[in-house]
C-alpha cells in the first residue's frame, strides 16, 4: 500500500509518509521555500508515496520524486518546471538553427519521459551537442546535472 508524498514545487521530497507521519509535513519547503503539495494539480489524484506491501513497516521510501500523475498522466509542477528550463536555454543556443533546437527539445522530452524513443533522442541531442561551443556545451552541461533528471543524464553519459 501506497502512502502519500508531499513535494515542493520544485521537486523536492518533503515527506514521502504525509498520512503516517503528518506530523513531519510543511506547507513550504525548508530547502527551497517552494509551496508543497500532496495531490497531483490536474486531476487531484494523491501522490504516492512511500511503498509498504504488507503494512510491516518494511518500506521503499521514495528517493526520487515521481516525474508524471499515475491518475491523469500529466507532468507534476517540477517536471514541467525542468522542460522549461531546458528550452529556455535551449533558444538562447546561438549556434543551432530554429530546426535543431525544435529537434533537440523534443528528444529531451522523450528521454525526460523514458519513451521507446528515449535511444534515439540521445543520439540526436549527441549530434547537435558538437555543433555547440565549448562555453555553450559547459552550461549545458551544468544546466542538465542542476536540473537532475536522472533519464537525461544517464541517456546523454553526463556525471
Excluded at 495531490?39 to 508524471?68: S, V
Amino acid at each position: 500500500m501506497h502512502d502519500i508524498a508531499q513535494i515542493c514545487l520544485n521537486g523536492h521530497i518533503v515527506n514521502d509518509a504525509a498520512r503516517t507521519y503528518e506530523h513531519l509535513n510543511k506547507k513550504f519547503c525548508e530547502t527551497c521555500g517552494a509551496c508543497t503539495i500532496m495531490e497531483c494539480p490536474h486531476c487531484k489524484n494523491e501522490i504516492q508515496g512511500t511503498f509498504d506491501p504488507e503494512g510491516k513497516w518494511d518500506t521503499e521510501h521514495l528517493t526520487i520524486a515521481p516525474k508524471y500523475c499515475t491518475g491523469c498522466g500529466k507532468s507534476y509542477p517540477w517536471t514541467s518546471q525542468k522542460i522549461l528550463a531546458a528550452a529556455e536555454f535551449i533558444k538562447e543556443l546561438e549556434e543551432l538553427s530554429s530546426e535543431d533546437k525544435e529537434i533537440f527539445l523534443s528528444s529531451f522530452e522523450e528521454i525526460v519521459k523514458e519513451s521507446p524513443s528515449a535511444s534515439a533522442g540521445a543520439i540526436k541531442i549527441k549530434k547537435l551537442m558538437r555543433k555547440l561551443k565549448k562555453e555553450s556545451l559547459l552550461s549545458l552541461r551544468e544546466l542538465l546535472i542542476h536540473i537532475g533528471i536522472r533519464s537525461v543524464l544517464i541517456a546523454l553519459d553526463i556525471h
